[in-house]
């Protein structure tokens, strides 16, 4: 399995002003080819996505926001804000089970679910992007925290499968 930063264009948080959900979501989807995230859950695909982060909130993760969106919601520039970590391979599952309390089995948290919470002691948010791919984001100052915690976590994995 391997850690990796993600190189990402660009970060923003929308905040839907009161009303302007469904408007909002045409946009988005006018704009950016996809609309706005249910509860739990992304829309987009690689390079593109929305990520729920809380009520009426996303974070559109990737390409810059179409200065169209805020005619319907706030719109933050959050990239110098967050690590953004892919864990993929064998045993990721594993590793997240360690560090947050999230039910991870693939019937629970599937492929394009999301979820704030914490990882190891941070807060974070969580996507399964495929059967052994998961985007980690935690705020950037705890980037290093992030790093030696995924690392220790990996090194547990891999030391049970040698038995």
């Known amino acids: 399995m391997t850690a990796s930063e993600e190189p990402l264009a660009a970060l923003t948080s929308i905040a839907a002003f009161k009303g302007q959900e469904d408007a909002l979501s045409e946009m988005l989807k006018t704009a950016h080819g996809m609309g706005w995230p249910k509860p739990g859950r992304t829309t987009g695909k690689e390079g593109a996505r929305a990520l729920w982060f809380g009520q009426g909130q996303a974070l559109l993760v990737g390409p810059a926001p179409d200065p169209g969106l805020a005619r319907h919601a706030a719109l933050t520039d959050q990239s110098d804000a967050w690590a953004v970590v892919r864990l993929s391979g064998a045993g990721s599952q594993a590793v997240l089970a360690r560090l947050t309390p999230l039910d991870l089995r ?24 495929g059967e ?3 985007l980690i984001l935690v705020f950037r100052s705890m980037a290093a925290t992030l790093a030696h915690d995924l690392e220790a976590a990996m090194q547990a994995v891999a030391a049970r499968t040698r038995l």
């Open 132 to 134: 052994e791919a998961f």
């Open 106 to 129: 693939r019937g629970s948290f599937k492929r394009g679910h999301t979820a704030r919470t914490e990882i190891a002691h941070m807060m974070g948010s969580l996507t399964r992007l």
